[in-house]
């Protein structure tokens, strides 16, 4: 079993963060901004520390696709729960953290400005849009993003995942389309009674200069 230590200072600037983004948000105060930035540095600072292999040994097993084994990877969560992030965003920092490595080819050397730079090259300003970026949804265009939502998001590998669509069926779409053609007919009608009344107006007013010249 490999023996992995997250470094305490790493995980209480991580903890302390967690508790401040908590705090802001019980508040209800606009600190969204706030609450980003410091997200995102925690995904540096634990990105950082275990992309260090000898503190944090990868995956020695022949054509693995993760980085770490469950040993490693379920003690890095464990760490960070046990020391008050909840299990949802433990499970997120492990993953994007392990994407950051992945993606910056992070090793014993990285530094947190690597990472950062990252961030503002890819305009990442959010953990939403790190999520985005490494599923793939940051490149898609508006109408891909429209045609994930309404029918079933197309991941990365290929696949479809329907449990979030809009639309779960033919008739659905029918009807949407219906709609839709129905809402592009009213728009259409609404534009050319305001060019009417435009060309009405202009057409008045004519008329009164001739009447009062």
Do not use: W
Not at 72 to 85: C, D, F, P, T, Y
Not at 150 to 170: D, I, N, P, Q
């Amino acid at each position: 079993m490999e023996k992995v230590n997250l470094n305490q200072d790493v995980v209480k600037s991580v903890v302390t963060s967690e508790k401040a983004i908590a705090r802001r948000k019980a508040k209800n105060a606009d600190n969204t901004a706030q609450n980003n930035t410091a997200r995102l540095e925690s995904y540096a600072a634990i990105a950082v520390e275990i992309a260090n292999p000898k503190s944090f040994p990868r995956n020695k097993k022949a054509g693995a696709k993760n980085l770490f084994d469950t040993t490693v990877s379920g003690e890095i969560k464990r760490q960070l729960e046990n020391a008050g992030v909840s299990a949802s965003q433990a499970k997120y920092f492990y993953r994007h953290s392990v994407d950051l490595i992945r993606e910056l080819s992070l090793n014993s050397n990285a530094t947190v400005t690597q990472v950062a730079e990252f961030f503002e090259a890819n305009e990442v300003t959010s953990e939403a849009k790190l999520k985005a970026f490494f599923s793939g949804d940051g490149a898609k265009s508006a109408y891909d993003k429209l045609l994930d939502k309404a029918v079933g998001r197309l991941t990365k590998t290929g696949k479809v995942s329907t449990e979030a669509a809009v639309l779960k069926s033919v008739a659905d779409i029918e009807k949407f389309a219906a709609e839709c053609k129905a809402r592009l007919a009213d728009a259409e009608r609404e534009a050319k009674a305001a060019e009417k009344a435009v060309a009405d107006n202009a057409e008045v007013n004519e008329v009164f200069a001739k009447v009062t010249a």
